[in-house]
């Protein structure tokens, strides 16, 4: 059984620094893509980032220069660094992969922005 675990979320003032990450199990780390994505309140869920078994990473264009995804082999955890915070930025934050064709979840964690 795949387990997605997220922490980090939390409220920082706008500029602020975040690192939030995800825990992994039950899948093979690392050979999986894995994803960070965000849903803001009545909006849908977008991607922010995601990072391949390669180390290869994509960024929403929101993002670009400010957040950085990375990964640990090792502690088969996924990290978001997310610098220099907007008001936009808030909302929830899932951690995604698919694994055996079937997509899976955390349960997310929050982050609010204040101004």
């Known amino acids: 059984q795949v387990h997605l675990v997220e922490s980090g979320g939390g409220l920082v003032q706008a500029g602020g620094s975040l690192r939030l990450s995800c825990r992994t199990s039950g899948m093979n780390f690392k050979i999986a893509r894995m994803a960070w994505y965000r849903q803001a309140p009545g909006k849908q869920r977008d991607l922010v980032a995601n990072i391949s078994a390669d180390g290869s990473t994509n960024y929403s264009d929101s993002v670009k220069g400010r957040f950085t995804i990375s990964r640990d082999w090792a502690r088969a955890t996924v990290y978001l660094e997310m610098n220099s915070l907007k008001l936009e930025d808030a909302g929830d934050y899932y951690c995604?992969?698919?694994?055996?064709?079937?997509?899976?979840w955390g349960r997310g964690t929050t982050v609010t922005v204040s101004s």
């Open positions: 995604q992969t698919t694994w055996r064709s079937l997509n899976f």
